[in-house]
């Protein structure tokens, strides 16, 4: 039994049955589609803002005014992105 398997022997057997593997597989592809749908991150802007020298999480959490500032400041056109 792998450490991971452990979490979901319910019945502390000490092997899965068949529900408990559907359960572990059911959360697995949750988290999976989680990971997935949970971002709105565009891989094409980040490289936009890396080739400016720029860094996509430091430009979302600054205050709008301050971030058109520094989009300007790199050749960008602020109206272009969506934060």
Known sequence: ?????KMF?????????????AIQFQ???DMLKEDHSSSD???DEADVFGDAGLDYDELEFMDP?????VLE???LDPDEFDF
């Open 65 to 69: 005014d301050e971030r058109r500032e």
């Open 1 to 5: 039994m792998f450490g991971f398997d």
């Open 41 to 43: 991150f565009d891989e």
């Open 27 to 29: 959360f697995m592809d």
């Open 73 to 75: 400041d790199a050749g």
């Open 9 to 21: 022997d319910f019945n502390r057997d000490g092997k899965l049955d068949s529900l408990e593997r």
